[in-house]
């Protein structure tokens, strides 16, 4: 039974995993693989992760305890990760995830936004079908057309309750 949840500390490492185990098979294709390993490496670190997790803004679908997928937002209230395990594709998480995401956003914030490398084709076409705009495309620094960033964003459309993880200290 797969079951959402804010992740906890105690995730970390898993979460951490995750990212070592399928950034680099899914966008080497697409980036390369040194940008895909430089992606693990700077946004898949426990200094990043924990941080991120301390601050309430990571979700993780649980499986019997194996973490299946991840969203995390940015504290600009941006979804940077939403990553399935493949083997939990095509069920509904994706979008349960960016659900429990906007449900999180304080009630000033009505857009969910989003971005993603241009050459993740697969990335558009999901947040397409789930309504989110195109607002701009930034082009890399480099001028390499797959590593340009697609920023979209929709309405929020869902805010139920979501708990929030409790405080340290």
């Given amino acids: 039974m797969t079951r959402l949840r804010p992740a906890e500390p105690g995730d970390v490492g898993a979460i951490c995993r995750f990212g070592e185990k399928h950034i680099p098979p899914h966008y080497t294709p697409l980036i390369g693989d040194a940008a895909a390993h430089r992606q693990v490496r700077r946004w898949w670190n426990e200094s990043h992760i924990g941080a991120a997790v301390m601050e309430g803004r ?46 999180q956003l304080p009630a000033s914030v ?13 990335a558009g076409a999901f947040y397409e079908r789930e309504g989110f705009a195109v607002e701009r495309i930034e082009p890399d620094p480099s001028g390499d057309p797959a590593l340009a960033v697609v920023w979209r964003a929709r309405p929020i459309t869902v805010r139920e309750e979501w708990p929030r993880p409790p405080a340290l200290g």
Avoid: M, T, W
């Fill in 58 to 103: 990571v979700v993780v679908a649980d499986n019997d305890g194996h973490i299946v997928a991840v969203g995390q937002r940015g504290a600009d209230h941006v979804v940077y990760k939403l990553y399935l395990h493949p083997e939990h594709r095509g069920r509904g998480l994706g979008r349960r995830l960016l659900d429990a995401l906007a449900s």
């Fill in 110 to 122: 009505d857009k969910l936004r989003i971005e993603h490398f241009a050459a993740n084709e697969r």
